[in-house]
């Protein structure tokens, strides 16, 4: 009985060291400076870059080890620096983040920038993210055939009905052809045709190899 009292005291003793002990599980806060950023890619491809900071939880006894990513919704190219940070403090760390925002990329496109995180102490491992968005403004450049951009090309009539074609965009223009279809298509017509009557012959063929085994069948039995 003495030395169940004795044990109880004990635990009771040690209930306000452990409610004050850290979380053994790390977390992992990060934080992206600029809540968004605008560049004009109507001429080349244009990075912007980010900063931001990292800061782990974890306990006092153990190192952490902190993995960083970013991806951009639209699929442009993103990268982080550093990658990867050891943490043996609970300081913050800094980061930079550079997105690609391909040329000829209208204006009034936007977006969302995510710098992903994973922190590994121990045995034990948590995750976090932040966001920003990437905003393109400008306008791209004139088509090469209209006036007023050095290539000395025609102005069009009237000048406010036309539309631009963005760089790297070819047109495809329509073939000659005859009652509606181009040659390419009549070579398609053509082939197909040609199949079809193929393959009608050999099902013929094929048909006509069967009945004739049941008319000979029928001549000798009469």
Known sequence: MRALVLLSVAVL???PLAGAAPNPVPSLTI????????????????????????TVSKSQYLSATVT???AVAAGWNS????????????????FTCTVVVPAATPGGNESQLTVSGTVVS??????????AMVRVVGTLPPPAHQSGNGTGGTKPSGGNNQTSVPTGLVSNPVSAGFLGYSYEQWAYITVAAVAIVVVAGAAVRVRRRRRAPL???SVEES
Do not use: R, Y
């Not at 990268?79 to 043996?88: E, K, Q, R």
């Open 68 to 70: 960083l990513s970013a």
């Open 13 to 15: 003793a040690c209930l």
């Open 215 to 217: 008319e000979v069948e």
């Open 31 to 54: 934080k992206i400076d600029q809540a968004s950023l605008s560049v004009n890619a109507s001429n080349a491809s244009q990075p912007v870059t980010f900063t931001g900071s990292v």
């Open 79 to 94: 990268s982080v620096s550093p990658s990867s940070m050891t943490f043996t403090t609970t300081s913050p760390q800094s």
């Open 122 to 131: 121990g045995f034990l491992q948590s995750g976090n993210e932040a966001t």
